[in-house]
Every structure is written in structure tokens, then in C-alpha cells.
């Protein structure tokens, strides 16, 4: 195994200079973000990753919805940030644009796959920076790096001109390392009309701490301990009766479903390069039917259900954002496997039914940042940022 990166990367696209000014007032002004370059911004082409994505697209024609409001309420664009693949990745490595560096831990992976835009937020390049996330793009990178991540409630935030993967699970996400930018942010991006009920009720997802690793279990008690004392009411509860991997599995199914269709006509025109895991990738995607979907659906059911039951107005999920710190990099595919599939039966119990999560960062092990994550109901974004100032301000 490679401890030792070959390269040293900034996080952001060599060779695109993508500088665009906001608005001379506003909410934002003054601050520097940067964009995912799965991003369209007019004038540029959004290269995803991958150099055949961009060699095979044109400049964007208008900018995202998304990023145009936050350049209307004030805030300075200053570059797009590398990105696994097509988003096809949960631990950041991307043999093209090389792996950008996680400033917290500078051997290991800064997870993905808005892995740039977690490391230019890391190492203070920037304000704050968009990702996405499907199925733990955001919440992965932000614990890895050390920072704040939020995947808002699924349809939330405007998805338009952003490069689609599963379109029932993709969001607009976005890191800052401080709380209060974070929520700025969203004052600007949360469409909607928000759920209004207070923070009432706390539960410990007992089978989520359960996949972490007991280093993790252990640096994160104090976190959790000090969010009881915030909480009215508080309970224990194991999350998905029939088990956390029932839910990851149910949940990958559908999305490589959907991703299959998105990329599948560009794929076959194209015969574009891949690195081998995004090519595998594809590949299951490509073999997953319609009768795998029927399979899954009575599991996905059952969990929007279970969530539903668990979620009522007020209520909030705490449980590990990853379930270890960033792995060292040059993993060996084998082991990468296990990783992701740990990392996925954390990610999808919000993942997997629109509820909105945060990251914070509330340890370390061994020198290395872990994240602990507040879940709460869909349209509850504001009510859960809220909570996360709260905790943020004991944690720090």
C-alpha cells in the first residue's frame, strides 16, 4: 500500500479559469466560493471529471441556477473544483485531474466526490464551496476534511445545468468550516417552505454507531453527550430493523438504475475512458434491470416508512457521518471495497429518503478528523442548521 501521494493537488481544475464577480451587495458579499465542475458556468465547459465528459461538450450557454443566486446575493466565484468522475465515487481519487489533497490529513483521501471543493474549503482558499451529493458526496468529504457539510432536503435547492447522476437522489450540498457561513449560504439556496417545528426530540441511531469503528464510537461520546443536554426528550433506537445493508443495497440498486440511464447513450457514442472502479461501476450499472428496481422497491418502501415513523416534526437522528477517518492513500481496490460499503449503509439513511443532513466536525483519532451527523425530515434544513450552530459553538 502507498502512503505517500505522488502529487501534490489544490483542489481546483488545472487550466480552467473560472472567475466570475457577484453582485457588489448582497447576503454573501465579500465572500470567495467555488463551484464543483459538475457546475455549468456560462462560458465554460463543465468537464465532470472526466476528459472525454469535456472534450465532447461545449461551453455552458447559462450558469446554473444555483450558483447564479449565489453570485446574486454577493459572493465572488473563483474557480471549479475536481470531482470524482461523473460524481461515480465516495473517497475522492480521480486519475485525471490527480486527487486533491485533504489539508487535515495530507496521506489520506479527501473523500468524494466533491472531494476539491471540501479541499479548497479545508485549507481556507475559499469561503465556502458547492458540491453535490447522491450518495454521501458532501457528508464524506466534509468529515474526512474536517469541515461543515450539508445534503439539504432532495429537491430543495434548484438541480438545473448541474450534471446529472441519480436524479431522485442528487442535491446540491455545500461545505464551510464554520457554521454561520454555512447557513448563510442556505438562507440563499433553500427554496420552499420550511417545516417550522422546534428541536424536541434526540435519537441515537444505535446500529449507525455500530459500523463505526470503536476509535470513532469513543471520540464522538463527549459530542453526543453534550447534544442530550441540548435535547427535551432523548431515546436509543436501531435505525433499520432489517438491517442498515438492506437499506445500502436497496438504495444502490435504484441509483445505479439511474445512473445507467443518464450516461448510457453518451457512454455507447462516446466509448469514453475511464480509471478501472468508475468503469466497474458502470458496468453494474449497466446490468442492473428493471426487475432488480421491482426487487428493491418493497425495501425502499419499508425505509421511507421507518424514517417517516422515526422523523416526526422536531425530531432529530445523531449518528457517525463516516465510519472511520479518511483511509490512507493508495488503497488496494479490495479494501476500497469495504470502505464504501461501510461508508453507503451511513449515508443512505437519509440518502435514501430526501431527509436533510449535516456534518459537523466533532473529533479527531489519532490526529485525523471524524464528523458526527444531525438527520432531520425533509423541509427541516433550517431547523437543523439552527441545531447545528448550537452544537457547533460547544464543539469548537
Not at 447564479?68 to 473563483?78: C, E, K, S
Not at 465516495?90 to 466533491?114: H, Q, Y
Not at 457528508?139 to 432532495?154: E, K, N, Q, V, W
Not at 461508508?343 to 435514501?352: K, Q, R, V
Amino acid at each position: 500500500m502507498t502512503s505517500q501521494r505522488p502529487d501534490r493537488v489544490d483542489g481546483f481544475v488545472a487550466g480552467q479559469r473560472v472567475e466570475v464577480a457577484g453582485k457588489p451587495d448582497g447576503s454573501l458579499a465579500g465572500l470567495r466560493f467555488a463551484a464543483k465542475d459538475i457546475f455549468d458556468v456560462a462560458g465554460h465547459v463543465t468537464g465532470g471529471g472526466n476528459p472525454d465528459w469535456a472534450r465532447t461538450h461545449s461551453p455552458a450557454k447559462k450558469t446554473a441556477p444555483a450558483v447564479q443566486a449565489l453570485l446574486d446575493a454577493g459572493a465572488f466565484l473563483v474557480g471549479k473544483t475536481i470531482t470524482d468522475e461523473l460524481t461515480r465515487g465516495i473517497l475522492g481519487i480521480n486519475v485525471f485531474d490527480g486527487t486533491p489533497e485533504n489539508p487535515k490529513a495530507p496521506d489520506r483521501v479527501p473523500g468524494g466526490s466533491s472531494s476539491g471543493s471540501a479541499s479548497v474549503v479545508a485549507s481556507g482558499a475559499v469561503d465556502f464551496a458547492l458540491g453535490s451529493d447522491t450518495g454521501g458526496s458532501v457528508r464524506i468529504p466534509a468529515s474526512f476534511c474536517g469541515i461543515c457539510g450539508i445534503r439539504p432536503s432532495h429537491g430543495r435547492v434548484p438541480i438545473a445545468s448541474v450534471i446529472e447522476q441519480a436524479p431522485s437522489f442528487d442535491t446540491v450540498g455545500w461545505f464551510a468550516r464554520e457554521v454561520d457561513i454555512l447557513t448563510r449560504v442556505g438562507q440563499v439556496l433553500l427554496s420552499g417552505t420550511p417545516a417550522t417545528a422546534p428541536f424536541t426530540r434526540l435519537i441515537v441511531a444505535e446500529d449507525a454507531f455500530a459500523v463505526a469503528d470503536e476509535e470513532v464510537r469513543q471520540a464522538l461520546a463527549p459530542a453526543v453527550d453534550a447534544l442530550r443536554a441540548l435535547a427535551p426528550a432523548t431515546a436509543e433506537e436501531v435505525i433499520a430493523p432489517d438491517g442498515l445493508g438492506t437499506w445500502r443495497a436497496a438504495m444502490m440498486t435504484a441509483q445505479q438504475w439511474e445512473a445507467h440511464r443518464s450516461f448510457a447513450d453518451w457512454i455507447d457514442r462516446v466509448n469514453p475512458r475511464f480509471s478501472y472502479d468508475v468503469a466497474q461501476r458502470f458496468l453494474n450499472a449497466a446490468a442492473t434491470s428493471d426487475t432488480d428496481l421491482a426487487a428493491a422497491k418493497p425495501v425502499r418502501e419499508a425505509h421511507r416508512q421507518r424514517m417517516a415513523e422515526l422523523l416526526r416534526p422536531g425530531t432529530v437522528v445523531v449518528l457517525p457521518t463516516a465510519p472511520s477517518p479518511a483511509p490512507r492513500y493508495g488503497l488496494r481496490q479490495s479494501e476500497m471495497q469495504d470502505v464504501r460499503r461501510r461508508i453507503i449503509e451511513l449515508t443512505c439513511i437519509a440518502g435514501g429518503t430526501g431527509a436533510a443532513q449535516v456534518s459537523l466536525p466533532a473529533a479527531e483519532v489519532d490526529g485525523l478528523p471524524v464528523g458526527f451527523s444531525l438527520i432531520a425530515a425533509a423541509g427541516a434544513d433550517e431547523m437543523l442548521l439552527a441545531l447545528a450552530q448550537d452544537m457547533f459553538e460547544i464543539l469548537v
